[in-house]
């Protein structure tokens, strides 16, 4: 492959709705005209996750080592859009023995992936040979769900987004950034729970500090009737939160806590790491704006691959997934969604994206609690959300 075609294959991914959006093709088939070549990768999302696919397929049908012998087609769900999820769908399709279907290749988050684990079972995925895997081993990080049978490729985390013109040492603890916004009323937000991840992950994470490891990795409801201090960990905070006209307020979104902190509302607020810096990256967000990991941490994911065992191109989904390992994959998505790689980046142009390379995966806190996060938000709603 050659880097020096990643401009042009950036500009072509963004390009590429017409082919390849929201269930589209990108192609018709492979090199010889034959729908057998054709692989189909299920992914799903916000939008940003369907534009960096866009490209993504683009550059594996025409700069990959793969090109001319494989032909990509995307299928996307954008998120919170549809009345079955993808696990659902998979599911369904499994129970039904359904055989020679077009999930050749399926992106999965941890919530997904471990939704897929308690529907269906592992043995609904193909068991990963590394033989037909040549880039899986510059890869160390794995999934702390069905790790023989999915290929993490990228990583995501929530971070400590603060504004350094403001803050000139961010708290490193989860006890120094308490102190920190006990000392410094009203200049701390976190999106309501429900609203978006980041909100989620800093709420479920005060609570789940107080509860033994396993419990962050658990569905069992037997965990929340130990989510009491935690709560109250959450009560104690809120009269020190962003406020405005006399009362608390929890940003609804992501972008909400953002927004308030790139206006100067607030100095400090969880979010997404790649978020922030895709966003400062577009000059859409102050360059004053710097992320930093917290210990205990916030939860961050590996996105991973799978391969559905009753998909119809099991070779094409290897290939695609191998693609997914290389250095032209991986920069890609550095630079168009500031994903974190998962690979060494001797080689790829970190230029602007430099705090991305000071995330470690192997620290990354992983939650999946299953359906406890619909409890988890009702008891917020009705203990912290009505404390004005």
């Given at each position: 492959?050659?880097t020096k075609?990643?401009?042009?294959?950036?500009?072509?991914?963004?390009?590429?709705?017409?082919?390849?959006?929201?269930?589209?093709?990108?192609g018709?088939?492979?090199?010889d005209?034959?729908?057998d070549?054709?692989?189909?990768?299920?992914?799903t999302?916000?939008?940003?996750?369907?534009?960096i696919?866009?490209?993504l397929?683009?550059d594996?049908?025409?700069?990959?080592?793969?090109?001319?012998?494989?032909?990509?087609?995307?299928?996307?769900?954008?998120?919170?859009?549809?009345?079955?999820?993808?696990?659902?769908?998979?599911a369904?399709?499994?129970?039904?023995?359904?055989?020679?279907?077009?999930?050749?290749?399926?992106d999965?988050s941890g919530?997904?992936?471990?939704?897929?684990?308690?529907?269906?079972?592992?043995?609904?995925?193909?068991?990963?040979?590394d033989?037909?895997l040549?880039?899986?081993?510059?890869?160390?990080?794995?999934?702390?769900?069905?790790?023989?049978?999915v290929?993490?490729?990228?990583?995501t985390?929530?971070?400590l987004a603060y504004?350094?013109?403001k803050?000139?040492?961010?708290?490193?603890?989860?006890?120094?950034?308490?102190?920190?916004?006990?000392?410094n009323?009203?200049?701390?937000?976190?999106?309501?729970?429900?609203?978006?991840?980041?909100?989620?992950?800093?709420?479920?994470?005060?609570?789940y500090n107080?509860?033994?490891?396993?419990a962050?990795?658990?569905?069992?409801?037997?965990w929340?009737?130990?989510?009491?201090?935690?709560?109250d960990?959450?009560k104690?905070?809120?009269p020190?939160?962003?406020?405005?006209?006399?009362s608390v307020?929890?940003?609804?979104k992501?972008?909400g806590?953002?927004?308030?902190?790139?206006?100067g509302?607030?100095?400090?607020?969880?979010?997404?790491?790649d978020?922030?810096?895709?966003?400062?990256?577009?000059?859409?967000l102050?360059?004053?704006?710097?992320?930093?990991q917290?210990?205990?941490?916030?939860?961050g994911?590996?996105q991973s691959?799978?391969?559905p065992t009753?998909g119809s191109?099991?070779?094409?989904?290897?290939?695609f997934?191998?693609?997914?390992?290389t250095d032209?994959?991986q920069?890609?998505m550095?630079?168009?969604?500031?994903?974190?790689?998962?690979?060494?980046?001797?080689n790829?142009?970190?230029?602007?994206?430099?705090?991305?390379e000071n995330?470690?995966?192997?620290?990354f806190r992983?939650?999946?609690?299953?359906?406890?996060?619909t409890?988890?938000?009702q008891?917020?709603?009705?203990?912290?959300?009505?404390?004005?």
């Open positions: 492959m050659k075609k990643l401009t042009a294959v950036l500009m072509a991914g963004v390009l590429a709705a017409v082919a390849a959006g929201c269930g589209g093709s990108a018709t088939g492979g090199a005209g034959s729908s070549n054709t692989v189909t990768i299920w992914a999302g916000s939008d940003n996750v369907r534009q696919y866009e490209a397929v683009e594996f049908n025409t700069n990959s080592d793969y090109a001319g012998t494989y032909t990509a087609e995307l299928q996307f769900m954008l998120s919170g859009t549809g009345a079955q999820t993808l696990p659902d769908m998979l369904s399709a499994y129970k039904a023995n359904q055989t020679n279907t077009d999930y050749d290749l399926v999965l919530d997904d992936l471990s939704k897929i684990v308690s529907l269906i079972g592992e043995e609904a995925l193909v068991k990963l040979d033989a037909k040549p880039n899986a081993g510059r890869v160390a990080a794995q999934s702390t769900v069905a790790a023989d049978y290929q993490p490729y990228r990583g985390t929530v971070i504004d350094s013109e803050v000139a040492n961010p708290p490193k603890t989860m006890d120094e950034l308490t102190e920190w916004i006990k000392a009323p009203g200049r701390f937000a976190y999106n309501a729970p429900g609203t978006g991840g980041a909100g989620d992950s800093f709420a479920r994470t005060s609570v107080y509860l033994p490891d396993e962050i990795t658990s569905d069992d409801p037997k929340e009737e130990d989510w009491g201090e935690g709560f960990y959450l104690e905070i809120h020190y939160m962003y406020s405005s006209g006399g307020v929890y940003p609804n992501n972008q806590t953002l927004d308030l902190l790139n206006q509302e607030i100095d400090m607020c969880p979010n997404w790491a978020m922030v810096l895709s966003q400062r990256a577009e000059g859409t102050k360059d004053t704006i710097k992320i930093a917290i210990d205990p941490a916030f939860t994911s590996l691959l799978a391969i009753f191109n099991e070779d094409g989904a290897y290939a997934m191998d693609y997914m390992l032209e994959a920069e890609i550095v630079r168009q969604m500031a994903a974190i790689p998962l690979v060494d980046t001797a790829i142009d970190m230029t602007g994206f430099e705090d991305v995330l470690d995966v192997n620290n992983i939650m999946s609690i299953g359906d406890l996060s409890d988890f938000n008891r917020w709603d009705s203990e912290i959300a009505t404390l004005n």
